[in-house]
């Protein structure tokens, strides 16, 4: 029988429930990588006015450049040029951790800019909140991996705001290609009336099904790492739609630049030791810098690559990584040829 979405409810952990929920939290983690959340702390009032006043901002500040993009990149489709490296969205980002830059991106009025910081300092104690509980399904100390992604400046969070309009070519162009996310754990504001977003499950896309007032958690490749692959990664792709506007409000909950990530050591076991079945040990900006060149790509390649000595900014270790990826990357494709 096949299982559906997995969607927990955060009251059931303050009850009777708990026993329940924290199981349905740990298969979440283990066999799909994403799961929906409910009664999360965040109120209702809030959502709905993040939810309006980016919509609002659309409308207001990137729907005319959008549309500009949108008439070239239709144009050049059905003219055979290829787009298959184009996503169908608008986007920007904001830093809240370790600086925030919310004061210093253009096109926000006063009040959608304090709404958002606050959303953030919600969103923020909801992540450590989950990096907790899956400490505690893990068997590891509470605050583990809050502090193995801490680095010398605390952790890095920051949020990408995304919309995806109506595209009346979907065939020609892609939502958001299909990647796996690069950080620790991931929170997300989705539409709840657009859907589109999909992830990947044992060969086949599975839709996120949209949920008013819920946050849809995904596990990053940094926390496949921390857990020695108990937890993955999964990839997901947003699907271009032909009605409607999608909102897509991503907050990444990362190590810091400088962190050092590896398997806890009390997830790694003796046979994977005396194997070498672990994950790598790399500063996290590594691996971010390998990432951006090669984000819609397997990301094993990616794990391979980062299996040489602990990096440094020089220009030779850029050609390792590089080498090793390259090499890692044609061992997989001949495999699947």
């Given at each position: 029988m ?14 009777e ?48 450049r ?6 070239k ?48 300092l ?68 989705q ?13 086949e ?11 849809v ?30 909102m ?11 962190a ?36 819609f ?29 390259i090499?890692?990357?044609?061992l ?6």
């Amino acid at each position: 029988m096949e299982k559906s979405f997995p969607i927990i409810d955060m009251a059931n952990l303050n009850g009777e429930e708990r026993g329940t929920a924290m199981k349905a939290l740990q298969d979440a983690c283990e066999n799909w990588g994403f799961f929906e959340i409910l009664n999360h702390g965040i109120s209702t009032e809030m959502m709905d006015e993040v939810e309006k006043l980016t919509k609002d901002h659309y409308e207001h500040c990137r729907k005319k450049r959008f549309l500009e993009f949108a008439s070239k990149t239709l144009e050049d489709g059905t003219k055979g040029t290829d787009t298959s490296n184009l996503d169908w969205e608008s986007t920007f980002f904001l830093r809240h951790l370790p600086v925030s830059n919310i004061t210093e991106v253009p096109d926000l009025d006063e009040h959608y800019r304090s709404v958002m910081k606050q959303f953030a300092l919600e969103l923020e104690k909801l992540a450590e909140r989950l990096l907790d509980l899956l400490c505690e399904n893990l068997g590891l100390e509470k605050g583990y991996i809050k502090e193995a992604f801490c680095g010398s400046k605390g952790p890095t969070f920051g949020t990408k705001v995304s919309s995806y309009p109506p595209c009346p070519r979907p065939d020609l162009v892609k939502g958001l290609r299909a990647h796996t996310d690069a950080g620790g754990i991931i929170l997300l504001f989705q539409d709840n009336r657009v859907s589109g977003l999909q992830l990947l499950k044992d060969g086949e896309w599975v839709d996120v099904p949209p949920m008013r007032h819920a946050i849809v958690v995904n596990i990053g490749d940094q926390l496949e790492v921390i857990t020695n692959g108990k937890y993955k990664s999964v990839e997901h792709r947003v699907v271009a739609q032909p009605d409607g506007n999608r909102m897509s409000i991503a907050s990444f909950y990362n190590p810091g630049s400088d962190a050092v990530i590896f398997p806890a050591p009390a997830l790694v076991e003796k046979e994977a030791q005396e194997k070498k079945e672990t994950y790598p040990k790399f500063v996290f900006e590594d691996y971010m810098n390998l990432y951006l060149r090669h984000k819609f790509e397997p990301k094993e390649p990616r794990f391979e690559a980062m299996k040489q000595p602990i990096a440094t900014s020089s220009g030779l270790m850029v050609w390792l990584f590089r080498r090793s990826y390259i090499m890692c990357h044609e061992l997989c494709s001949s495999a699947v040829d």
